[in-house]
């Protein structure tokens, strides 16, 4: 058995061209700019690196990034609050809700106040339902990643067996 290391930071570059073609097609073809929205709670060190990340990226494929930096004694009434308003923002496309949150919010509640079509982790109930039985729905990004790169790399993945570190 021998092992490949597969270069992420480059299929990923690839894959972030790829996005910013789609989103020139979208502007162009329907005069639509996506929009992310992240939320981040409290000051986690990793999550801010994360969120940070995902905003520059955004906007470096050309789609909209609006984030919201919240204290970490926000209460969930606020936090529900802004998702809510979020849900119903026609510029806001895609909304992405930064865990861990801190030990007072409920996690579930919050995720599962996001639109399941605006849910891009894919972690709404209804989402994971759907995932479950095969249908379609949001697919949490860093497995389908995972795939996405494992098929580019090898093709067909029949009959493989891979480890992702």
Do not use: W
Request: aromatic share 4%.
């Amino acid at each position: 058995m021998t092992a490949d290391i597969i270069d992420g930071k480059a299929f990923a570059a690839k894959v972030r061209e790829q996005v910013a073609d789609h989103v020139t097609r979208l502007k162009q073809e329907h005069g639509i700019t996506p929009g992310l929205a992240v939320v981040l709670v409290g000051e986690d060190p990793a999550s801010q690196v994360y969120v940070r990340s995902k905003g520059k990226q955004t906007v470096e494929v050309g789609m909209n990034s609006y984030e919201h930096r919240l204290d970490a004694d926000t209460s969930e009434e606020d936090l529900l609050a802004i998702v809510d308003k979020l849900n119903k923002d026609p510029e806001v496309h895609g909304i992405l809700v930064q865990l861990p949150l801190p030990d007072h919010l409920d996690s579930d509640l919050v995720i599962n106040s996001i639109d399941p079509a605006k849910d891009v982790d894919g972690f709404h109930i209804s989402n994971v339902g759907l995932l479950g039985t095969g249908q379609k729905s949001m697919v949490p990004c860093t497995p389908l990643g995972s795939l996405m790169m494992l098929r580019d790399y090898h093709g067909s993945l029949s009959g493989m067996n891979a480890v992702v570190l």
